[in-house]
């Protein structure tokens, strides 16, 4: 499956963004999907995952309470809510897929990744 990430650039500091990832040559379907992202000279962290169905997800420390990450199977297409944004959340965002349902956090468990997006959040 490949996918593609889309929905990134630029916002104020309090704003908010939704990052797509939708699904092409193939689909979801089982699929575990993920979000991490990359700062500059940093490596890539983990933002949250949400399993096949949509009734399981894990945040990351960092955005919990302030990300919300959904699907839409029937769209093939995973989001990444991003409400009251943060300097600090200035990274390329990538998606991720796995096929086993159980939600991983470590980067290493996912076969597929999208290109990125880059977010910026301007303080």
């Known amino acids: 499956v490949q996918l593609q990430a889309s929905g990134g650039g630029l916002v104020q500091a309090g704003g908010s963004l939704r990052l797509s990832c939708a699904a092409s040559?193939?689909?979801?379907?089982?699929?575990?999907v993920a979000w991490f992202r990359q700062a500059p000279g940093k490596e890539r962290e983990f933002v949250a995952t949400?399993?096949?169905?949509?009734?399981?997800?894990v945040y990351g420390d960092s955005v919990k309470g302030r990300f919300t990450i959904s699907r839409d199977n029937a769209k093939n297409t995973v989001y990444l809510q991003m409400t009251s944004l943060k300097p600090e959340d200035t990274a390329v965002y990538y998606c991720?897929?796995?096929?086993?349902?159980?939600?991983?956090?470590?980067?290493?468990?996912?076969?597929?990744w999208g290109q990125g997006t880059q977010v910026t959040v301007s303080s």
């Open positions: 991720a897929a796995r096929h086993p349902t159980v939600l991983r956090r470590d980067k290493a468990a996912y076969n597929y």
């Open positions: 040559g193939g689909t979801f379907r089982g699929y575990t």
């Open positions: 949400i399993n096949w169905s949509g009734d399981s997800s």
